[in-house]
Structures are given as structure tokens and as C-alpha cells.
């Protein structure tokens, strides 16, 4: 291996000058080659890196399993089996192994078109329904050991090996009416032992289509038919004979019942009669004594009536007495007032004569006074006698002088 060579620096210029011009070149593009190698060497180790982060990425994520809804991943491998309800989980190749179970109910139907043969010999097709669940207990070794279909290698044959002995000792009429749920439970009862032993539990079987060879449905249709009506014709005979029993014991009852009815009003009757007249005994002398009440208190009535009356005459005779006495009390006292009054009057006609005989100008001056508010200015003739106007008013006073004289004479 050659030594490796110094490389020329500004300082050196000596060793520079004494090298051949060629050999200088050649040796920078050698050490020009070496560096570029050694860039790509290192570009291609990254990439290489990077690609296999990437595919190991890849790979794990592919192992990254699923588990879908109702069911359960049992995973094995690496320590106790582990059971993952839903969600995702880790199965990597070499290091584990796992299985998806069905963790919900199964229903399995067995077709109409297969067959099975009952004691008359004939092939009918039976319509079989089953529900059925993995045993949650026994889910690991059932990853390891159930059939991939086992629907078709375990049920099928487990239900075969049960059912065509049951209806192989039954007729087609048992089989479709009479003791169907009595197979049904049979059936239920063997079969859910047999898969029991596998691992599943057997909840509900239950028959359905029952499919009969035509001639054989036929005829069992026509004998059903009249089987029916013979059952229907026999159901109302009783029906008949039920009812006319029901209406000879309505009948007898209804008689009984007016009879007794009859008594009782025959009883209520003679009871009412007795008491009517033991009640007549007591009201005939009330009726007596009612009369003559009713004749005492019409008696007593006329007597106060006429009592009434008389006082009421008598009143008004002393009402019209004192009426009499108080109008000839009232004229009387009219008769004395209107007499006092002409003595008053004639003594102030007196004194009212005296006056003006005194003082003739009074009655002028009355006169004004009286007509003052509506006659302003009187014009009469100069008086005679002192008066105002003239004699006609002084000789008043005289006249009604006279007359109060002649009052007072009266």
C-alpha cells in the first residue's frame, strides 16, 4: 500500500516546481473521484435508511388487525391466549397467531328441500331455525380447534344425527299438528348436549316450512278438511245439546222464579188487605172525629164572623158618632172664629177710621205709596177740605164708620 502523498501548500513551492505537470493533474483528479465516491457512498447508505424505516413502517402497519364489531380476536403466541373485544391489535408474523370469533348469536337455517323420513315412509321437507353462541369460556380453544365452516362440519350433522331419529318414530300428523312442540323440544334438548361438547351453546330450534309430497298433501288436506268438519259438526251437536239443557234450566228457573213471584205478591196482597182494614178499624173514627172537628171549627168561624161583624158595626157607629161630634165641634169653632175675626176687624176698622179721621193725608199718602213703583206723577185738582183728592176720600172714612157701627149693633 503507497504511502499517501502530502499536499501542496502555498508555502511549499519547491516540491511544486520539481513534479512534472502532468502527474499534478493526475493526482487531483483522483483525489476529486475519491471525495465525489465518497459523498454518493454516504447519500446511498441515508436512502437505504430511510427506505427501510419506511418499509418496516409498512410492514407493521400491515400487521396492525381489525377486530370488527360483535366479534372477539383471540391471540396466541406469546404467553396466555388474549382476548380483544373490538378495536385494532398487533399480529405479527412468527410471534403470534390469532383468530377472529363470532361473539354475537348465530342463526343457522336448515332448508326445506332436505329431507327426512317419517314412520309411514315418506320424505317431507323440514324447515329447521337455530340460534347459537360460541361459548365465551372456551374461546381459546376453540381458536385452536373449531373448524374454519364449522356451521356445515359440526351443526349440520349434529342436528341430522338428532333430527332424523326423532322423526323417523313419528307420523306425518304428529309431525305437523299434534306433538310438534314436543319434537321441537326433544330436538332442542339432544342437540344442544351434542354441541355443547364442541363449544357452542344451543339457545332456541324451532321448526318451520313443513313441505309434503303432493299427493300425500293432498290427501292430508281432504282428510284434515274432514277431519275439521267432523270436529266441527261433533263441537256443535254439544253446542246444541249445551244450549237446550241452557234453555230447559232457564225455563225451569223462570217458572220457579213467577212462582215464587207470584207467592210473594199473593202474600204482599193479603198482607196489604189485613192491614188495610185493621188500618180502616183506627181510620174510620179518626174520619168521625174529623167531621165533627170540621163542624166545631166551621161553628166557631160563623160565631167569630158574626162577632166580627157586630164589632165592626159598632165601630163604625161610633166612628160616624164621633165624626158627627168632631164636625160640629169643627163648625162651631169655625163659627167662633169667623166672629172674633169680625170683632177684630171692626175694632181696627175702628181704630184705622179714628186714625185717618186724625190724619186725613194718610190715605193720600197710602195711595202714593202703593202706586209709587208704577205711577211717578199723579195730577189731580186742587182738594176740597184739606184733602188730596177732593170729597169721594174723605167721605170713606165716614162711610166705613157706619158700617162698623152698624157690625157692632149686629
Known amino acids: 500500500m503507497a504511502a499517501p502523498q502530502p499536499e501542496p501548500t502555498m508555502n511549499d513551492t519547491h516540491p511544486t516546481e520539481a513534479l512534472p505537470q502532468a502527474t499534478l493533474r493526475t493526482q487531483l483528479t483522483e483525489l476529486g473521484q475519491a471525495l465525489q465516491s465518497r459523498a454518493l457512498r454516504r447519500s446511498a447508505l441515508a436512502l437505504a435508511a430511510v427506505a427501510a424505516l419506511a418499509g418496516g413502517t409498512h410492514w407493521l402497519l400491515g400487521q396492525l388487525q381489525t377486530v370488527p364489531r360483535g366479534s372477539v380476536l383471540v391471540r396466541t403466541g406469546m404467553g396466555k391466549p388474549e382476548l380483544i373485544a373490538e378495536g385494532r391489535a398487533w399480529v405479527l408474523p412468527g410471534l403470534h397467531e ?16 332436505q329431507t327426512v323420513q317419517t314412520v309411514e315412509g315418506l320424505a317431507v321437507g323440514l324447515e329447521v331455525q337455530l340460534r347459537l353462541q360460541l361459548d365465551p369460556q372456551r374461546y381459546a380453544q376453540l381458536a385452536r380447534e373449531l373448524p374454519e365452516n364449522f356451521e356445515k362440519e359440526l351443526v349440520a350433522p349434529a342436528l341430522n344425527t ?41 339457545k332456541s330450534l324451532s321448526f318451520g316450512q313443513l313441505t309434503l309430497p303432493d299427493d300425500y298433501r293432498r290427501g292430508m288436506e281432504s282428510l284434515l278438511s274432514e ?109 167662633y172664629r169667623v166672629a172674633e175675626l169680625g170683632k177684630v176687624n171692626a175694632i181696627q176698622m175702628e181704630r184705622e177710621g179714628q186714625l185717618i179721621t186724625k190724619h186725613p193725608l194718610l190715605v193720600q199718602k197710602t195711595l202714593a205709596d202703593k202706586l209709587g213703583d208704577k205711577v211717578r206723577v199723579i195730577v189731580a185738582p186742587p182738594g176740597i177740605a184739606g184733602s188730596l183728592m177732593g170729597g169721594p176720600l174723605e167721605a170713606q172714612p165716614q162711610k166705613a164708620k157706619a158700617e162698623d157701627t152698624e157690625a157692632s149693633a149686629e
Open 227 to 335: 277431519g275439521l268438519a267432523a270436529e266441527k259438526m261433533r263441537y256443535t251437536l254439544e253446542l246444541k245439546e249445551k244450549e237446550g239443557l241452557q234453555t230447559e234450566i232457564e225455563a225451569k228457573a223462570a217458572g220457579k222464579q213467577r212462582e215464587i213471584a207470584a207467592e210473594a205478591s199473593a202474600r204482599e196482597q193479603l198482607i196489604a188487605a189485613k192491614a188495610q182494614e185493621e188500618a180502616m178499624k183506627h181510620v174510620l173514627p179518626f174520619k168521625q172525629r174529623q167531621i165533627e172537628q170540621r163542624q166545631l171549627e166551621a161553628e166557631a168561624e160563623r160565631q167569630a164572623r158574626v162577632k166580627l161583624a157586630e164589632g165592626a158595626a159598632q165601630a163604625r157607629r161610633i166612628e160616624a158618632e164621633g165624626e158627627a161630634a168632631a164636625r160640629q165641634k169643627l163648625a162651631d169653632a169655625e163659627a
Open 98 to 113: 390469532a383468530r377472529v370469533l363470532p361473539a354475537r348469536d348465530l342463526l343457522l337455517r336448515r332448508d326445506a328441500r
Open 162 to 202: 338428532v333430527l332424523l331419529p326423532l322423526v323417523a318414530q313419528r307420523t306425518v300428523r304428529e309431525l305437523f299438528s299434534t306433538q310438534r312442540g314436543e319434537i321441537e323440544k326433544l330436538a332442542l334438548l339432544q342437540l344442544r348436549q351434542r354441541l355443547a361438547a364442541d363449544g357452542l351453546i344451543l
